[in-house]
């Protein structure tokens, strides 16, 4: 009996926690949107951080998205040919990737390169105390770096799973069309048939700038909320980049549901 | 907003009345008064743990006193804005333990900093201001180089030229001389010394550092256990008989502040083996 009571009393405060903590991100997220003026008034210090999260981040997804598409274009010429539609590997690298894989993939990279990256920044000035000098200067480190990162990030990661699904469309023509031999004019004739502009692009695009979303306030949460030693800041970037791809998968979930089910 | 209240030159900058606080339920300080003058330089003193940065962080606005009054120019801290402490900090500079400079950034825009986040002042002047305050601490050559390639000695004093871009009104001082060689020390004491006096300001240090701070300071406060237990100027801590004082001054091993951590007796755990 004492068992069981401990172990609901165990369960009990750990969802009080998750609760609490989940109340602070969403305070800490709505006062990120509220200092959030100065980022777009000086715009040097976001267009900064777009170029840490966003161009320092590029390398790594272009060649990503290069690999995917050359993979998707074997696997899906495998597929198609046994149905004789083997024309139609355009049409089927291109909605992969512009639904699914552009931003879900992108999403977890950037999670993993740029996040980690803010997370370990902001955790680093919290450690040695320089958020801490910015806030006895009468400077809120909330709106000098937590936003600009919060919206570098967030302006990045669209710009980023396009740039995605754009090499990977590539990386199939590439495999499809120079390899394999899979008539170019059908490639892309039945690709642009096939794909509309709000139904698959538009949809793909609000994915990964939910996605973006979701990362940067992970990312600069973990930051922000770490605990000041070397241990801490390590933990905080883990948490980062599992908390960000369980995020994403989740939230690619939901709103696949909602765009192409109808629900 | 009004940001001199306090029109008497004679008042206290810094007025702490019945300060009490507390980390959830481990109270640190219990029931603090002290006051601080322009033109003062004061040491807060105490063992490790005592409350001293505890108790520079609420002079700072960092942290709120659980009861009791902190004022800064006449002003209570406790019932300021947001907006209102900020406008309070612009007129205070902190140097913190390891000068926590900004790592992505040289000397120079480490000085710059406040100066162009609070001020539209043209960049020209900008540099002359920032060049002139760093030779004040001795290192205007150094103003291209980067955090990371200073010592410690130095990045304390780019820190210190930092916290005073904007001629402030208060500095605090948290532990300004730990880990420094005795040259970087005596350097750092006099400018602390310095600095106070050509600014009219007023400091206050928290440090373990006893015989540079008797020759620096003009009154000195001792905490133990969350309260003021001592207090003078550095004639009168010297001649001090209270037992505390002159543990610290003397640095003896075990007096009131005692050597071992509260544990049971010795001999209770020994029991098996020493029968």
New interface residues.
């Given amino acids: 009996m004492n068992v069981l009571a401990a172990t609901l009393r165990k369960l009990g405060a750990m969802a009080i926690d998750g609760v609490w903590g989940l109340g602070f991100a969403s305070r800490f997220f709505l006062a990120v949107l509220r200092y959030s003026g100065q980022s777009f008034r000086r715009l040097p210090l976001t267009i900064r951080e777009i170029y840490f999260s966003g161009v320092l981040s590029l390398l790594i997804i272009l060649v990503s998205g290069l690999f995917v598409g050359l993979v998707l274009g074997l696997q899906g010429y495998d597929i198609l040919q046994r149905f004789g539609s083997s024309d139609a590997l355009g049409v089927m690298v291109s909605l992969s990737l512009l639904r699914e894989l552009g931003p879900v993939v992108a999403g977890l990279l950037f999670a993993s390169r740029a996040g980690s990256a803010v997370t370990a920044e902001i955790g680093?000035?919290k450690t040695?105390?320089?958020l801490?000098?910015?806030?006895?200067?009468?400077?809120?480190p909330l709106a000098?770096v937590v936003a600009p990162r919060f919206w570098g990030g967030v302006i990045s990661m669209p710009l980023l799973a396009a740039m995605f699904s754009a090499m990977g469309i590539f990386g199939g023509w590439l495999i499809g069309v120079v390899a394999i031999g899979v008539d170019d004019g059908a490639f892309w004739s039945q690709m642009r048939a096939a794909v509309d502009f709000r139904y698959d692009v538009l949809n793909g695009v609000i994915k990964s700038f939910v996605f973006g979303v979701a990362v940067s306030w992970i990312a600069v949460f973990q930051g922000y909320d770490c605990q000041p030693t070397a241990e801490g800041v390590s933990r905080a970037i883990t948490r980062t980049v599992v908390y960000s791809a369980l995020a994403i998968l989740a939230l690619d979930f939901v709103l696949t549901s909602f765009m192409f089910r109808g629900l | 907003m009004n940001l001199s209240v306090s029109n008497d030159p004679n008042a206290p900058l810094v007025r702490l009345e019945g300060v009490r606080f507390a980390y959830g339920e481990r109270e640190i300080l219990r029931g603090v008064d002290l006051t601080v003058h322009r033109g003062q330089v004061v040491a807060i003193m105490g063992g490790s743990g005592c409350g001293k940065t505890t108790l520079l962080r609420l002079i700072g606005g960092q942290l709120r006193a659980g009861s009791g009054k902190v004022e800064v120019d006449g002003q209570n801290l406790g019932r300021l804005s947001t907006d209102a402490l900020y406008a309070m900090r612009r007129r205070m500079g902190m140097l913190f333990q390891f000068g926590a400079l900004f790592t992505d950034m040289s000397v120079f825009d480490n000085v710059a900093f406040p100066l162009r986040e609070h001020t539209d002042l043209p960049d020209e002047l900008i540099r002359d201001l920032v060049l002139m305050k760093l030779h004040a601490v001795g290192l205007r050559g150094a103003q291209s180089l980067m955090p990371s390639e200073l010592s410690g000695g130095m990045a304390r004093r780019v820190a210190l030229a930092r916290a005073v871009a904007l001629d402030p009104m208060l500095m605090l001082y948290d532990e300004p001389f730990a880990g420094l060689d005795p040259i970087s020390l005596g350097i750092t004491g006099q400018l602390i010394r310095r600095l106070n006096d050509a600014l009219g300001a007023a400091s206050i240090m928290v440090t373990h550092d006893v015989h540079v701070s008797l020759g620096l300071v003009d009154y000195v406060y001792f905490v133990s256990n969350g309260v003021i237990v001592a207090q003078g100027s550095p004639e009168e801590i010297r001649a001090s008989v209270d037992p505390f004082v002159r543990q610290f001054v003397d640095a003896e091993a075990d007096g009131p502040v005692p050597f071992h951590y509260p544990a049971p007796p010795l001999e209770s755990l020994l029991d098996g083996v020493t029968a």
Avoid: G, H, I, P
Avoid at chain 1, 132 to 140: G, R
């Fill in positions: 680093l000035m040695t105390e320089q801490q000098a910015m806030d006895m200067m009468a400077v809120n000098r």
